[in-house]
């Protein structure tokens, strides 16, 4: 459960008050793209983010995989995306536990969990599942600010995604 105490008049922002489920993957893409650029080509970016991003209930990704890679996925994590090319060190560097949650046991997950799974690794989901285009409005510490890339005015595009059940059975 999640209590939240704000101001009522200034309201919050907390991507981490999202879903109940597990593994639900919330990150913020920087980019070096300006709102004025952004704001030129917005349409086609839009449009491109809608034709390769599969979302939506029972919508199914590029990947398909048997069992036995699936149990490789569910060991490994995010590793197993830095060791077919989908992830970078960096990418693991930044992603909490370094992607991989030591002490999960997959062998514990249903076999309907995964079954939904196994397809639908690279989609976004449904639900609560979102990417959003966002303008970096504010910086209130120029020190951290610089320590996580973040500059006043340029683009930054939140992503969260789902676990559809199997993460949260891991």
């Known amino acids: ?19 109940y489920d597990i593994n ?17 080509k917005r349409e086609q970016i839009l ?42 060190e960096e990418d693991i560097e930044k992603t909490e536990d ?13 076999q309907k969990a995964k079954a939904r799974g196994k397809n639908q690794l690279g989609t976004l989901g449904a639900g609560n599942h979102f990417i959003e285009v966002q303008e970096i409005e504010n910086v209130y510490d120029e020190k951290i600010a610089d320590i996580f890339g973040l500059k006043k005015g340029n683009i930054a595009i939140m992503i969260h995604t789902g676990s559809r059940g199997l993460g949260h059975q891991i």
Request: glycine share 14%; with cysteine; proline share 2%.
């Open 47 to 88: 449009s491109e983010l809608y034709k390769n991003v599969p979302s939506g209930v029972g919508t199914g990704g590029e990947f398909k995989f048997d069992e036995k890679q699936m149990n490789e996925i569910l060991i490994k994590g995010s590793n197993w995306a830095l060791e077919n090319d989908y992830a970078t």
């Open 98 to 110: 370094n992607g991989q949650i030591k002490g999960a046991d997959f062998t514990k997950a249903s």
């Open 1 to 19: 459960k999640f209590v939240f105490g704000f101001d009522l008049k200034k309201g919050i922002v907390s991507p981490g008050g999202v879903g």
């Open 24 to 40: 639900c993957g919330v990150r913020i893409l920087l980019t070096n793209i300006t709102k004025l650029e952004f704001m030129k």
